[in-house]
């Protein structure tokens, strides 16, 4: 069996311009391509839903988180004691 060469080609692209016309080849041919990346889209997407969700590190029991700028504010004002 041998490879395609021009001339197999050019026969090709005249027998699809004399089926479909040489207005409506752009036009296949810029559907096939949207096609081609929404499938290509939706193969990542599930390679993507196949891996495990990633783990979220949990803190250790009986340790305690420091407060982030945003709880701080929402903390109330510690009591002060006067002497």
Known sequence: MRNI???ELVLILAVL???FGAKKLPDISRS???SMRIFKSEINQMK???KPPAAEPRPIEGTIERPTPE???ALP???RREP
């Open 5 to 7: 060469g021009a001339p």
């Open 17 to 19: 311009v004399l089926l």
């Open 77 to 79: 004002e510690p009591e």
């Open 32 to 34: 096939l391509g949207r």
């Open 71 to 73: 709880t701080r504010e």
């Open 48 to 50: 993507d839903d196949d």
